[in-house]
């Protein structure tokens, strides 16, 4: 769309959003239409339908990011004001000539995508994390505290991944689909972390999958992640607070009601703050089986990251490894390679002998050739599935 028909655009859709105030209108298909018709009494009908798609993709829509919100293979949009948009297609960042009339439309667009999820965007609020409706993940932010204004879009690809499929991608290497299944057979708690964009979610989703289907799967999440292939899931999606501010429902609140929905299986997609505590302690008091996804670049950061979270809590160092040690049996960790492609990179246990600061040694691990090979910890690994019953 060349700068002329893109301002056409912005004006069309002006009117058009002033005439369905006036008469009392939603802005639907139809009635985006019928003001379009009205506007473009002579329009050829092909070009009336052009039209009326870019208005509704305008005044509801994602404006000129329409062709890239459909392209399935996109998992990440970033602009970097009206002339610089970006997307990764699973192979890292690509500048697209895709661009915003100026800087306005953009923050007018933006500002729209907040506001249809009760959230603020101005000056007084200059910067905003919301889930959107159709389960995309924005982050934006208003100038000064940028140069111009950022958009980041983690889109929502509602696609779930097997195991197996995983391992025929080649993701989990030698015996890694093994090992997997008999961390779900034995009943581990577990941790799958991972740098961003790894596939901690896609890998957790397919584990969710080898859950047999007389159990019981509760998910507690930020915003609608995971998609496991399995008959009775229960989902349960924290509430932000609305543009007054109020109205929150945190992650924590939401795992003290999942403990009384008799959960087989506890589930938190991503912990990033106190609702951390939350979930140690139900896996402390008998919730065999529960696991989440936590960022953390190495597995050596793991024990440090948790502390730093429980932390927020009000739980001291000592405490947090103490529940630790106690609650988690296996950390599962994921790689991003720089070509893109995402993989099983080891399955780590929690030690913390008396005396000894807790660390995640290593049980099993993969080179990027997909060759297995036990660690220090592997014993220990394998003496935890060897008691659930969850054998090699």
């Not at 596939?199 to 007389?214: F, I, N, Q, R, Y």
């Not at 159990?215 to 609305?242: G, K, M, W, Y």
């Not at 296996?330 to 080891?346: I, K, M, Q, T, Y």
């Amino acid at each position: 769309m060349s700068d002329g028909d893109a301002a056409f655009v912005l004006t069309m859709a002006t009117e058009v959003r002033n005439a369905l105030v006036a008469g009392g209108q939603s802005v639907t298909a139809a009635s985006v239409e019928q003001q379009v018709r009205a506007l473009q009494p002579v329009a050829p009908r092909g070009h009336l339908y052009d039209l009326t798609t870019q208005v509704l993709a305008e005044l509801s829509g994602y404006s000129v990011l329409e062709p890239v919100m459909a392209d399935p293979l996109v998992t990440d949009v970033v602009i970097n004001g009206a002339d610089s948009v970006w997307i990764d297609r699973g192979e890292g960042m690509v500048r697209t000539p895709f661009r915003f009339a100026d800087d306005d439309h953009l923050r007018d667009v933006v500002v729209r995508w907040a506001a249809s999820v009760g959230r603020r965007l101005d000056q007084a609020q200059p910067f905003v994390d919301a889930g959107l409706k159709d389960g995309h993940r924005l982050h934006a932010v208003l100038p000064p505290l940028a140069p111009r204004i950022c958009v980041s879009l983690r889109l929502h690809r509602p696609q779930s991944f097997s195991l197996r499929d995983l391992e025929v991608a080649g993701s989990l290497g030698a015996d890694g689909y093994q090992w997997l299944c008999a961390l779900m057979a034995a009943r581990c708690a577990f941790l799958i972390t991972g740098g961003t964009g790894s596939g901690k979610t896609t890998v957790l989703s397919a584990l969710l999958s080898e859950v047999p289907p007389t159990q019981r799967i509760v998910l507690v999440e930020d915003t609608p992640e995971l998609f496991p292939q399995h008959p009775h899931v229960v989902s349960l999606v924290a509430r932000h607070a609305n543009a007054e501010g109020m109205g929150a429902i945190g992650l924590e609140v939401l795992i003290r009601q999942a403990l009384r929905m008799r959960p087989d299986r506890l589930v938190v997609g991503e912990a990033r703050g106190a609702e951390l505590i939350d979930l140690l302690s139900a896996l402390n008091t008998g919730h065999e089986g529960g696991c989440g996804t936590m960022h953390a670049n190495s597995p050596a950061d793991v024990v440090a990251r948790i502390v730093a979270l429980c932390s927020r809590g009000g739980w001291s160092a000592q405490t947090s490894l103490a529940q630790l040690t106690a609650a988690i049996d296996a950390v599962v960790h994921v790689v991003r390679e720089p070509d893109g492609s995402r993989r099983l990179s080891s399955i780590g246990v929690v030690v913390g002998d008396l005396g000894k600061p807790a660390e995640v040694v290593t049980a099993v691990q993969w080179s990027s050739d997909g060759r297995a090979h036990l660690g220090p910890g592997g014993e220990r690994l394998l003496a935890r599935l060897s008691h659930g019953q969850g054998v090699l």
